[in-house]
């Protein structure tokens, strides 16, 4: 059973920048992508980043440029790395595994941007 644990969320002002840090443990599953949605009030869940296994990182267009995805390997962690923050970036964030056999999603971690 795989588990993601998500932190670094917060409340920052526009302009600001935070990291997204999702620890994961268990046993994992042939891989084929990790990534990152949000879901912003009243939204839908959301693709923000993603890494396809072997491939580059892809990005939703309201995020390109401003926000990084990057994984450790040797420490199993998935990271989101967010430049430059607009309240429209407020949601709940989600890290997320797709494994041949599933998804498998972490319990959130809530980003407010607000003056």
């Known amino acids: 059973q795989v588990r993601l644990v998500e932190s670094g969320g917060g409340l920052v002002q526009p302009g600001e920048s935070l990291r997204l840090s999702c620890d994961v443990s268990g046993t994992l599953g042939r891989i084929i992508s990790m990534g990152w949605f949000r879901q912003g009030p009243g939204g839908q869940r959301e693709l923000v980043a993603s890494?396809?296994?072997?491939?580059?990182?892809i990005y939703a267009r309201s995020v390109k440029g401003r926000f990084t995805i990057s994984r450790d390997n040797s420490l199993n962690t998935l990271y989101l790395q967010m430049n430059s923050l607009k309240p429209e970036d407020t949601a709940v964030y989600y890290c997320?595994?797709?494994?041949?056999?599933?998804?498998?999603w972490g319990q959130g971690t809530q980003v407010v941007v607000s003056p």
């Open positions: 997320t595994i797709n494994f041949v056999s599933g998804r498998s």
């Open positions: 890494i396809p296994e072997n491939m580059n990182p």
